[in-house]
């Protein structure tokens, strides 16, 4: 294990609906890193984060956040999650949602306006959640997981529907955060953005493929960006089966 290890996950096995969704993962998450986990829909990223945040349930292994068992009462103010979907209520304005979720927390009082600036939402205190774009509500759910002072962001497809402008200002932020101790994990399918995290995870079928700098694994797998890296070992990992079968024959 490592020293400055945020997450550690060892042998874990989740089952949904009987299909075994995520077989046998172990992997650590440094403390103060910004770490991609990327693969394509459906390969468990947003199983895995559910287990991370102590919401799915886990058939064996342990996932361990902050030197506690996924899901305890510490980390519930020490850990910010931000599912696919918009986490906020429709008929509540941006602030009072917002205020609503630093009551829960406990945050400081400035901290609304803070995490509103941080999301690039200033201009939009007062407008209702659900009269948003799908990208503005996406910023309203990362606000109120920025809300406080979380030392772990478990953020999930984060940039989905936003433009390439403001796509850069969060990562700019995420980079920001990580500089000030925080830890963050980030699910995306999209691999150009691998080049803005520090390690990256990358899933298929509920397997890790590689965990390594994208440097490792760009000069591993002999290629120019993630992309093509992870079809490369995508090739090898299908590749597998037919090696082992001629052993064995």
Avoid at 56 to 78: D, E, I
Avoid at 108 to 122: C, F, H, K, N, Y
Avoid at 154 to 160: A, F, H, I, N, Q
Avoid at 186 to 199: I, K, P
Wanted: one cysteine or more; proline letters at 5%.
């Amino acid at each position: 294990m490592m020293n400055n290890a945020a997450i550690v996950v060892a042998g874990l096995r989740v089952v949904r609906s009987k299909r075994t969704v995520i077989p046998d993962l172990s992997f650590e998450v440094p403390t103060g890193s910004v770490t991609g986990l990327l693969g394509p829909s459906g390969c468990g990223k947003s199983t895995l984060m559910r287990a991370l945040v102590g919401v799915q349930v886990v058939v064996a292994g342990t996932v361990t956040v902050l030197g506690y068992p996924a899901g305890s009462k510490p980390l519930r103010s020490r850990v910010g999650y931000v599912t696919q979907a918009p986490s906020v209520y429709a008929d509540l304005t941006v602030a009072e949602n917002l205020r609503y979720f630093a009551a829960v927390l406990d945050a400081p009082s400035g901290d609304v306006e803070r995490v509103i600036t941080q999301v690039g939402l200033d201009g939009y205190d007062d407008h209702l959640t659900g009269a948003l774009s799908g990208g503005q509500s996406a910023r309203v759910s990362l606000a109120a997981a920025l809300l406080g002072t979380p030392e772990l962001l478990v953020l999930d497809e984060p940039t989905v529907g936003l433009d390439p402008v403001l796509r850069r200002d969060l990562w700019d932020l995420f980079a920001e955060l990580a500089r000030g101790g925080v830890t963050l994990l980030v699910s995306s399918h999209v691999m150009d953005e691998a080049s803005r995290c520090e390690r990256l995870l990358l899933m298929r079928d509920g397997r890790l493929l590689a965990d390594e700098t994208p440097a490792e694994l760009l000069a591993r797998t002999g290629t120019a960006d993630v992309e093509a890296a992870f079809l490369a070992l995508v090739e090898q990992d299908r590749a597998q089966p037919a090696v082992e079968q001629e052993v064995r024959s």
